[in-house]
């Protein structure tokens, strides 16, 4: 359960205050602002606050005094031509910040990004929740045999099931032991009276990777773009594309202009080396390719002949 | 003049709109927001957006699903905390977007805090305006002789207004040649009809130092305290100091909390070396120094009697 | 067992290798170079490259064209001057290069530092090795009641043992159903003849926290000393702390002038507040301090007594 | 002229110290040490020193404890591997530091790669040299009409000497008066005696953007890579193309097996927008493209087409 009533409560009254603000504001963020978008089985995205919108990266990009045009035309155009040429100083003047709740594993290939602001949830300070994330059966994937970091297809039921299994009655263990070491239940209450309670930077040491954490993350608008591009593709664990897709619904309600470009000009482009440049050109001026002449590796020629919709 | 007339428009029209937010406001910078806060002869600061407040920082360090307690009183408390343990990521959970024009070379030192985004009026694309800063009279002072990249007593005022000459004249000149070379006035019409312009990018080389450039600049709190505590400092040089102290002004109507833990813990603060503690210790038990037994320089000697007011 | 025979032999084979350089070149840290320091009980720190010495920084320092001075005492002022005055740019003209084996827990606190460059082993593409920490049982403490994020005394033995064996087995079960998940023994052999094996980016899920990982690790001298400031401290896990520690030893090793200045100014250092500081010239004046009517919190004011050995 | 005879006697009897070292080192990288590679008509790039090499990068992509491989094929096919796929953290594991000396008006598109270190002569402490940057008189060009931010064909040669001769009489007065200011000639000595010197950090203020600056620069080889692609683009400014071309050859120099790659999957490849790459597979497809009916600007079309080698 992501949320406790505590914690519902908590944000309804938080989302019932409004204010009066001169600040660019986008009705269609402020509709779910501290609103929870659930993510696996107990993880959560909430936006905390954001700074600028569409017409913030035009009028950063003319430093200019007003708000300048308001044809969203112009600013469309605008934009695309920023996204295309890399012109990527404007769009940092976007920010964004969210509330993440995330297994321990999510959360160590998240924080790689390190052009961000984060603040955790301190185990050392505070004891944590007895929640711990199981990946749906049809996600427990036989190992790729062609990509060494990658999955294949579901393994079956009878497999699936032992091994989830495993993993919670593993975890469970864990947690169970964890309490026992802090000498409190998940109340808060003590278990055995009198004894001694385990450094909760200790005690946490023993629990598995799938540990639900949560932090406070602060991150523009261009070094976001790059998270998604890299964390939605499908060379990223299943796990963490769950949020990066959740966020670029986000994008697109706060940003849609940007979204459109940055869906054409980076998620759908495709990069192509020098080779493949000059592979293209002989292709469109009808030349056959000899496969067997290329510098590039197999593997590569495949992923072309893939992006280029050839065979 | 900071402003054109068209410009002071631009902004009386965007500070007229106003939307509706449940993000964190405040009223006191919303009250300031777009306005220029006039910095040297012909430069500016002025705040475009801000993210966050006091309460957001002690919401981001608990990490927490509502605004929390409203208590001022808890919130110093945890923010004086926060900062004298140097606990910086919440502060970075705040930010700040500012408009701000500036001589090219305060500009310099200025670029030097990378941790910020800059988005600056390109000399390349855009032709410049013929604004140049001109030191006060009285800012004209001799080089230190004990501080080798510092500023001593005023000149007189013959030798000031003869360097005051030669600064004004050169730039004057080089702004006329820099528009014969572009073959435009300032308005922006053909000097010479016909006659081919040079690339902007080239026309802009012999402009002077002084020269005012202008960007977007956004930075979050915990750098933005940074920038103020070694700019606002008497080791900077007293151009950049006039733009620190107005985000020191800034701060304070932005996040009030912060900007008095701020100068308790950082700008009015000090700190000791371990053999400046140890002197401190045995001042404090009544025992005399001998200074001529110190291991830290005859400089580093001087200045520990400055700060702890002895003789 | 830190260790293989094998990955000792590639060491050594390493260090049997020499050339001959321009560069700046530091004989106490080539002495060591490539050979593990021992870190807790299965991790280590391995110095794999070193970019510049004590005289690089001088030089930087004066963006000069050659070695220039090589009398230490001058380096040494310089040194001092820059450390005191928080000119941290020449610093960050040196950097090295670090090999570190250390248990998640401690990765995830260490890569909080983002200003370095790492390279992790990856358990998406690689199998890891059957290694956990166990903490030495006089490490395992109580709770603190004071410092809601520290330890206290040592448990007693009989709850401290009790303790180590839920960890233990706990952490042995999990590696065991780890390897079942992969199908795979330790050796790397199948272990049902046939069985599919989960794909090693979910399989590693279940594992604790105290599993050991390793990763290269740069980073340039400057942000290495406030690490190692951060760390070392006695407020950081103890777990950390004893990587740190290595580590001012190896910058002693590395560049002692700066060693010197960094313990001097930096490690055995204090920060006073602008409260703190009028305290101390009030009793350095032997004036009375009325704690009754200090505007700091009762916590800070033990510590400045407990700083400046009063009472 | 870019060096005194002093500054070239420092550099012979730098490069004459040889020592011995464990570490990675590049016999074609150590030949050119310390040696200026003059560029423009007063400036240079030195390499002071350099971490890694092209196997530093596989050994740190496979967190080896040795050098492992020395087989280059195998070496190639891991980085071009890394390089195509954006794995960037292994390129990070290598380092170099340049002396550059450079116009000022270069240093300021140059500074804004934050990834960086820098360490810049300043002109608030030393006296600046007597040299500013004339461009050479064929890259005296006109502003391009089609690129608001590029040049176009050369100027006519009366034109061209006019501008030269504004360009240059204008520095030369400034700096005449910057030495008057300082009351001192270029050898150091006073002019008019008794005469009070102007604090050197103003006197700098009316010097033209073509005055000369120099920095020591570290930079990691993934950053150096992103720069050079930015900088040797022909949309960069010409004379910052100039530094990132020397920075190609010493790339050449220093990792030649990443160069090969960076040129394959960097320099000479291009990114396709989604649409871009639908139009590629029609063309393919011996579709005939109706331009009338496209999403992308005409600009964007043309570049297609040009980079398609199309009519």
Chains 1, 2, 3, 4 share one sequence.
Not at 181 to 206: K, Y
């Amino acid at each position: 359960m992501p949320l406790t009533p505590e914690q519902k409560a908590e944000i309804e009254a938080q989302r019932k205050l409004q204010y009066t603000t001169r600040r660019a504001t986008v009705s269609a963020i402020e509709e779910i602002l501290y609103q929870p978008f659930d993510v696996l089985d107990n993880g959560f995205i909430r936006v905390i606050d954001y700074m600028g919108d569409d017409s913030a990266i035009v009028q950063a990009a003319r430093v200019s005094y007003g708000r300048g045009t308001k044809r969203t035309r112009d600013d469309q155009g605008l934009i695309n031509y920023l996204m295309r040429n890399a012109h990527t100083s404007p769009f940092e003047m976007c920010a964004i910040k969210l509330h993440v709740k995330l297994p321990i594993f999510v959360a160590r290939q998240w924080i790689r990004h390190r052009m961000a602001n984060v603040n955790e949830y301190s185990a050392r300070y505070s004891v944590l929740d007895n929640e711990f994330y199981m990946p749906p059966i049809e996600q427990l994937s036989a190992q790729s045999s062609v990509n060494k970091q990658g999955r294949e297809s579901s393994l079956d039921t009878n497999r699936a099931e032992q091994i989830l299994d495993l993993l919670k009655s593993d975890a469970s263990r864990s947690f169970d032991h964890y309490f026992q070491m802090l000498n409190r239940n998940q109340e808060g209450e003590e278990i055995v009276p009198g004894e001694t309670a385990l450094a909760r930077e200790l005690a946490r040491i023993g629990l598995p990777l799938s540990t639900y954490t949560q932090w406070y993350w602060k991150i523009d608008l261009h070094n976001l773009l790059h998270f998604v591009r890299l964390r939605a593709d499908s060379h990223a664990q299943w796990e963490i594309q769950e949020y990066a897709r959740i966020m670029l619904n986000i994008l697109n309600l706060w940003v849609p202009l940007v979204t459109k470009a940055f869906i054409n000009y980076r998620m759908g482009g495709a990069h192509l080396s020098e080779e493949g440049l000059s592979i293209v050109r002989a292709l469109i001026a009808g030349e056959k390719i000899d496969s067997e002449n290329l510098e590039m590796s197999p593997r590569e020629w495949r992923e072309l002949k893939n992006l280029l919709h050839l065979d």
